[in-house]
């Protein structure tokens, strides 16, 4: 009876390892041996006549799988066991009050076709629909075969889940549709090269680039692709592929020329990539694609030719010409463009003229707005520009005053540019010749800008109307005082160091300049002086010209508080939380008592609001809830709107986890109670993920933000409303 028992005991156990290689097995798999099933069923079956001790119910009801056993003249389930029960979401009690039509949802006519299905297929099992508890369906195999369980004949049916399976097969399906049509929409040639075989496969329209049906070029052998290609190509492509093979490069990417069936030469792009190794690393097997780029290193080879003409056309104009594209960076420039801006032609491409760091002047020596440039007006209305007159002026050099035509470059059917071409006359000289001579017949006519002239020791001689209204001073109150009267204390003394020695040396001196009214009122000043040299070649006085720029800085305060701020909540944005997050990690991690804790910050049901009463609604609750979290939070916290409804508080030296806990506590209670927004009363939750900063774990900011982020999806996980610390 030992022996017996002992042998039913393997047959379970073996039984257990097969279902579980089936429910491994994935989708794009075989399924295990059918037959090797059958055989071993029909052992375990043999041994059922005996198993009326404990051991046939201890496997019945403490295996992994739910099994059934069911009366075969009317479907009535006799026993079920505990996975059974777990599965169908039944108790064993009410499955066995139960027949086994109530759960298959297929009619008597299916269920015999489907059984007469698999034995024509060989099947060892059958395919149906099982309805649970709730009403889900679920796809199944049922593994049946009869047995005689104390004296009856009973069906002992073992089932198992196939929805998952059947679902990933489909997901695959459509993954190789999506495959092949992005194939067929590319006209991709396909190759998988077996390396240990020395065999490539390729599909038609690999073989179609060159002019071959796919089963002329069978075999295609490594030695019979290489005669394929040009010679000239062949050590590139090798190169790349050995240093692929060798594990130097992450894929095989090469421009190269194969041999027409007609005798031509194909342009081809290779990609691939190693998909199959051994267990050494060796690779096995390589595939990729092949793309017909012919058309487009025809048009590159003509473009090379063509631009090799036009250089030495633009080299040898009398006029600067510059090549910008629409984002105002220099392409291109001829030798007389870099002679203009003192700086070699690698100096200059590549430029940006939004940032390069030269002053640009308007005709009246006023700063000239970048959108006034005659590049951008070019670009902007898409048409050209004629006679525009400008200066240039780079750090510690005289300003170059260029007549600036404009051209758009246009393609066929646009309506803008994709470039501007610009040429520059160089009218330095011209320039000055004619503002001596507006100089000598009215200094002062109609300038809007503030004049001040002194004499060389700096007694002021003469002012403007533009001075006295933007100063605050008359004439009388000024001439023959020191300009010094407007100094405000913003400027040093090495400033005024550097402003003489370049006011001296230079003859002008330009820039921006903070001085104070009459009334006190501090102002910036865009500031030009220059000497005036009189017969003899000595200085006799200096020309002072300014613009008050005061808005125009205002405007740039402006413009960074909207570049670190966030415009809805007025907290902190990301870019200044990316500035700041740094700097506290540095003091944390060299300070003693200063901890460091990000807390990242998700609200709860925000979108419900916005999706039910609009985003103007929600960006006043989000403004609401900015609020009370700036006010819980401590002066030296910090805290900054991500987006969205995400907040990330850094919070620097809690004095103990007991502390910070009471503090994210709050958080959690004032973002908890309700708002009140006109006629609703609306209400959110928040999950709160924090991380402890610790130098040796966090690398970087990223890295500490990214484990806070992760602590806070543990709590929408666990049912948000609530806070996670992760030290």
């Known amino acids: 009876m030992n022996a017996r028992s002992d042998h039913r005991k393997v047959l379970c156990q073996q039984l257990e390892s097969w279902l579980r290689r ?28 005996f198993a009326g001790d404990s051991s046939y119910l201890i496997f019945f009801e403490q295996a992994k799988t739910p099994q059934l056993l069911i009366d075969p003249h009317d479907g009535h389930i006799v026993q079920a066991n505990t996975a059974a029960a777990r599965f169908y979401g039944y108790s064993s009690e009410q499955l066995c009050a139960m027949r086994i039509s109530q759960i298959n949802c297929l009619t008597p006519a299916q269920i015999q076709s489907e059984m ?109 692709w290489q005669a394929l290609v040009h010679p000239e ?11 692929h093979l060798a594990a130097q490069s992450s894929h095989i990417e090469c421009e190269l020329r194969m041999r027409h069936r007609h005798g031509n030469w194909v342009w081809v792009l290779c990609r691939g990539q190693v998909m199959r190794q051994d267990s050494d690393g060796k690779p096995l097997l390589i595939a990729g694609i092949h793309l017909d780029i012919t058309a487009r290193k025809q048009v590159e080879l003509a473009l090379r030719d063509s631009e090799e003409r036009y250089r030495a056309l633009h080299d040898s104009l ?50 000239l707005l970048m959108s006034d440039h005659p590049v951008r007006r070019c670009i902007d209305s898409g048409q050209p520009v004629r006679d525009a007159i400008m200066g240039v002026r780079q750090p510690a050099t005289a300003v ?18 994709h470039a501007v071409i610009a040429t520059l006359q ?137 570049a670190h701020y966030d415009l809805l909540t007025g907290l902190p944005n990301r870019m200044l939380l990316t500035d700041r997050l740094p700097e506290m990690m540095s003091r944390s991690a060299t300070g003693n008592d200063t901890p460091l804790v990000v807390a990242y910050i998700d609200l709860d049901g925000f ?32 805290i900054a709107r991500l987006g969205g409804d995400e907040f990330v508080a850094l919070i620097q030296g809690p004095g103990n986890q007991a502390e910070l806990l009471l503090l994210v506590k709050r958080l959690l209670r004032v973002i908890a109670k309700p708002v009140q927004i006109r006629e609703l ?47």
């Open 607 to 638: 979108k419900q609001v916005n999706d039910l009463h609009g985003h103007a609604v929600g960006d006043l609750l989000l403004m609401a809830l900015a609020r009370r979290m700036r006010m819980t939070l401590r002066e030296q916290d910090l």
């Open 233 to 243: 190509d062949w050590p590139r492509i090798n190169e790349v592929l050995s240093a």
């Open 116 to 224: 007469a299905k698999a034995l024509a297929e060989q099947r060892s099992f059958f395919q149906f629909p099982h309805r649970l508890a709730n009403g889900d369906i679920r796809q199944v195999e049922v593994y049946s075969g009869p047995v005689q369980l104390d004296g009856q004949d009973l069906l002992y049916s073992i089932i198992y889940d196939l929805t998952e399976r059947l679902n990933a097969e489909a997901r695959l399906q459509i993954k190789r549709q999506r495959l092949q049509n992005i194939l067929r929409g590319t006209q991709a040639g396909t190759w998988e090269w077996n390396l240990p075989e020395r065999h490539i496969a390729i599909n038609q329209q690999w073989a179609q680039m060159l002019g071959y049906d796919a089963a002329l070029l069978q075999p295609l052998t490594p030695e019979r």
């Open 22 to 49: 089936l429910k491994a097995t994935s989708a794009e798999e075989p399924v295990p041996d059918a037959e090797a099933w059958q055989s071993l069923l029909r052992q375990f079956q043999q041994q059922l006549p």
């Open 400 to 417: 170059v005053w260029l007549r600036v035509n404009c051209q758009p470059l246009l393609h066929p059917g646009a309506e803008r540019p």
């Open 426 to 562: 160089d009218i330095t000289a011209e320039r000055q010749q004619q503002q001596a001579l507006q100089l000598a017949a009215s200094v002062f006519t109609a300038a809007r800008e503030a004049i001040l002239i002194t004499d060389v020791q700096g007694q002021i001689v003469q002012v403007n109307q533009a001075f006295s209204e933007m100063t605050g001073y008359s004439s009388a109150e000024v001439v023959g005082a020191n300009p010094r009267l407007l100094k405000s204390g913003h400027q040093d003394s090495a400033f005024y160091q550097v402003f003489w020695q370049a006011l001296l040396t230079v003859g002008h001196w330009s820039g921006e300049l903070w001085n104070r009214r009459k009334n006190g009122d501090i102002f910036a000043e865009q500031v030009t002086i220059s000497a005036v040299y009189g017969e003899g070649g000595d200085i006799c006085h200096f020309v002072c010209l300014g613009t008050d720029i005061s808005e125009r800085k205002q405007y740039q305060r402006q413009l960074e508080q909207q």
């Open 318 to 367: 009398p006029l600067g010409c510059v090549l910008l594209d629409t984002q105002l960076s220099i392409l291109a420039v001829n030798q007389e463009a870099c002679r203009i801006f003192t700086l070699t032609t690698d100096e200059l491409i590549g430029q940006d003229l939004l940032h390069a760091g030269w002053q640009r002047l308007r005709a009246d020596g006023q700063p």
């Open 681 to 727: 009363r609306l209400q959110v939750s928040a999950s709160i993920g924090m991380a402890l900063y610790s130098p040796q774990q966090d690398r970087d900011a990223a890295t500490l933000l990214a484990r806070a982020d992760e602590a806070m999806y543990r709590v929408k996980q666990q049912g948000k409303n609530g806070y996670l610390l992760l030290e």
